[in-house]
């Protein structure tokens, strides 16, 4: 018996890796001709009620045998936690890998610390990391980034850094921030990144839940807001760590960067390897909390192969060179405590050798433009609300211009949408009016963004307006939207200039499959996922586990889509946004919002309400000015707006003004945009009928937008329930 557990102790501490069966092992999926990797499931054969449990089919087929005689009962639970499956709650826990037999998805599993010293070997003397000081770049090569990341590993190990424990980190995208992340998990702990804009009692939430030994702050502000939680509700924070500014306050477990970086010194490197080599690639790595709205977040957790294999994956998918060929170069701009940042300035630089510049902690509210005109990237990966910003600035430059430079601009446009167009279906049609108009608009247009260089555009973290992604086209700025979650370690579907339909998320990721299930008669079904970049499992939340990754191992995203007969992904909803109507119509918000916003060019943000009500109603917000100093919207209408107004015959300025008038030019517009939109609906049951204009624009600083200005429709539909009310009294 002691022999037989032996064997079973071993089979996980060697880097032969268990492997799960894929998704053709189930009998019940039926695959249709292709060769996309998406596998379809009509109705609801072959897939579980979502509410059912589990059946323990997600082991190995050989451990799913019976065994020759029977186990006392103490013996089978602990056989329960040392073996593998396809999903774990627990951060020490271990998961069976999803290798394919062959082919991509085959490739040899990597932890982090070998993943990071293969780059290093490869790329040792390339630049990697460059922040700013005053009028300066300061530049860390990779062998120095490694470097520091295992001094700051060593430092945490000094303070009592635990296995599988989290080391937080609280602020903006930083050298410090990447090191901190690193020296963390190369010391055996935990990556867990912390949204800045989180209150108090949301970081305590992540600071227990993740098991925080050691925390990093960014500065005073930050650090004032742990202050202020009883220090009994964070009851394994032994260390915090404030990484820019001079710290202010007094203690003794806190420390300055430099006096932290300093600790480890009497920790040989001996000690560090020793927890290196003990890592395995199905152990987790990152925690990524979802900014979920109701309820405390989700920690998804995050293998070494879910990290390692991903960002080569995405690399390849893209077509993004390594530093050898051609080095790449990214700014870091985007929330880090989020997987599409992370994994887009961590994670793919490190296996391609990129270069990355960090922005400033106000790029989100207008300095941006400033670092992309200096740095020049390379590839850039932006939110919907980035592209739709940069747009109205073209737009408001170019109505600034001449009528004669205003026909020529509409003329390239015109010229750029046509060959685009013709490139998505493969006719690459260099006319000599696609090179005048190149000459003329577009390399104009880029310079003036900072995008000249920028081979890759992305567009990520949310669905992007059609208007915006037709208007760079149209300019020879194709974006490709990426589709993907927390869960599936960011993408699953990619787009390259050479792999790209407009509109579309892109192609599922080689490695990949993709299933739809319950598919209505047009072909929509809920999306389905499987490959290596399926996460874990949700930190001690076996329920919410249970109900994310269905006993076939397919991660269920909750997303509605369909995919062409050429295997690109279409989003067509979410389930958990689609309004019910009274009328048992369901009603995907998305489009209609889109079409509100590209009918209505005054209109920012619009919501769409109606859930179980007679009748649809809309949220509207209108372009306005920006505080740069805290993102706080202004009364001040933003000059396309004004411009909007003007054309109109109205005078006004700000939001306030036309709220008190009740402008009755603005209104009327506002009204006939309605009109036009309801013309197009599919039925009546998907018709606005009435819409109210709010005081204040969305923001992060308020609540209405997440991290990266994804709409929280929860938070939107609470916070302005009165003026939903008032629309069905």
Request: with cysteine; charged share 20%.
């Amino acid at each position: 018996m002691d022999r037989f557990l032996l064997v079973v102790f071993s089979n996980f501490k060697s880097r032969q890796y268990p492997t799960g069966p894929g998704p053709e092992d189930s009998e019940r999926c039926s695959r249709r001709a292709g060769s996309s990797g998406n596998i379809q499931r009509m109705g609801t054969q072959g897939g579980r009620p979502r509410h059912l449990k589990h059946k323990d089919k997600t082991t190995a087929e050989s451990q799913d045998r019976p065994l020759p005689f029977s186990l006392p009962e103490y013996i089978r639970r602990i056989l329960d936690d040392v073996t593998p499956r396809l999903w774990t709650i627990h951060r020490d826990g271990e998961v069976l890998l999803r290798l394919s037999k062959h082919g991509p998805g085959h490739e040899t599993p990597l932890t982090i610390p070998e993943f990071f010293r293969e780059s290093v070997s490869r790329f040792g003397m390339y630049p990697a990391l460059a922040t700013k000081n005053s009028e300066h770049w300061e530049v860390l090569n990779f062998n120095q980034y490694y470097e520091a990341c295992r001094k700051a590993a060593r430092a945490l190990i000094k303070l009592g850094l635990q296995r599988f424990h989290g080391v937080g980190i609280l602020g903006f995208n930083s050298v410090e921030w990447l090191i901190a992340s690193l020296g963390a998990i190369l010391a055996g702990g935990l990556c867990v990144g912390i949204y800045a804009t989180n209150s108090a009692d949301a970081c305590q939430y992540v600071i227990t839940n993740a098991k925080v030994n050691v925390l990093l702050v960014e500065n005073d502000l930050q650090l004032q807001k742990i202050l202020s939680i009883p220090q009994s509700r964070m009851e394994t924070l032994k260390a915090i760590i404030q990484y820019k500014l001079p710290v202010k306050e007094s203690n003794n477990n806190l420390y300055s960067w430099n006096d932290f970086m300093e600790l480890g010194n009497s920790i040989p490197d001996s000690q560090l390897d020793q927890i290196i080599e003990s890592q395995r690639a199905n152990q987790c790595a990152v925690i990524i909390y979802t900014s979920g709205t109701l309820g405390n977040p989700k920690g998804v957790m995050l293998s070494h192969d879910n990290i390692t294999w991903t960002a080569g994956a995405v690399a390849k998918n893209c077509g993004l060179s390594n530093a050898a060929e051609k080095q790449e170069v990214v700014v870091s701009y985007l929330p880090l405590s989020h997987v599409a940042a992370q994994m887009m300035d961590v994670w793919i630089p490190m296996k391609i050798g990129a270069f990355i510049y960090f922005a400033q902690p106000d790029a989100l509210t207008g300095t941006l433009i400033n670092t992309l005109l200096e740095v020049k990237p390379t590839a850039f990966l932006g939110v919907p609300r980035i592209w739709e910003k940069m747009q109205e600035k073209i737009k408001e430059s170019g109505a600034k211009c001449s009528s004669l430079r205003k026909k020529v601009f509409s003329w390239g446009r015109i010229i750029g949408l046509k060959v685009n167009t013709k490139r998505m279906f493969g006719v690459h049609d260099t006319t000599m009016s696609y090179r005048v108009a190149k000459a003329l608009v577009f390399s104009k247009v880029r310079n003036a963004l900072g995008l000249d260089q920028c081979q890759i555009s992305i567009s990520g973290a949310a669905p992007l307006n059609p208007e915006t992604s037709e208007f760079f086209l149209s300019l020879d700025i194709p974006i490709g939207e990426m589709y993907g979650m927390s869960e599936s370690t960011g993408p699953h579907t990619t787009s390259s200039r050479n792999n790209y339909k407009i509109h579309s998320c892109g192609k599922i990721m080689s490695g990949c499959k993709n299933m739809l299930y319950q598919q209505s008669k047009d072909g929509t079904g809920e999306i389905c996922i499987w490959g290596r970049h399926v996460f874990m499992g949700y930190l001690e939340m076996e329920d919410a586990t249970m109900e994310a990754i269905d006993e076939e191992g397919w991660l269920h995203t909750g997303d509605l889509g369909r995919v062409d007969s050429h295997g690109f992904l279409y989003i067509t909803g979410r389930i958990k946004e689609i309004l019910i109507t009274a009328g048992g119509e369901n009603v995907a918000p998305v489009p209609i919002e889109n079409m509100v916003k590209e009918k209505i060019p005054i209109i920012s943000n619009a919501v769409l309400v109606g859930d179980k009500a007679k009748f649809l109603s809309i949220l509207l917000t209108l372009k306005c000015e920006v505080d740069r100093r805290n993102g706080e919207p202004l009364d001040k209408l933003s000059l396309e707006a004004i411009q909007f107004c003007r054309k109109l015959g109205s005078h006004v300025s700000t939001v306030s003004e036309i709220l008190e008038l009740q402008d009755p030019l603005v209104y009327k517009a506002i009204q006939q945009g309605i009109d036009a939109v309801n013309q197009e609906a599919i039925s009546n049951a998907q018709r606005i009928q009435k819409w109210v204009i709010l005081e204040k624009d969305f923001s992060v600083h308020n609540g209405e937008l997440g991290p990266t200005t994804k709409i929280r429709r929860h938070f939107v539909t609470q916070k302005y329930r009165k003026q939903i009310e008032n629309f069905y009294r």
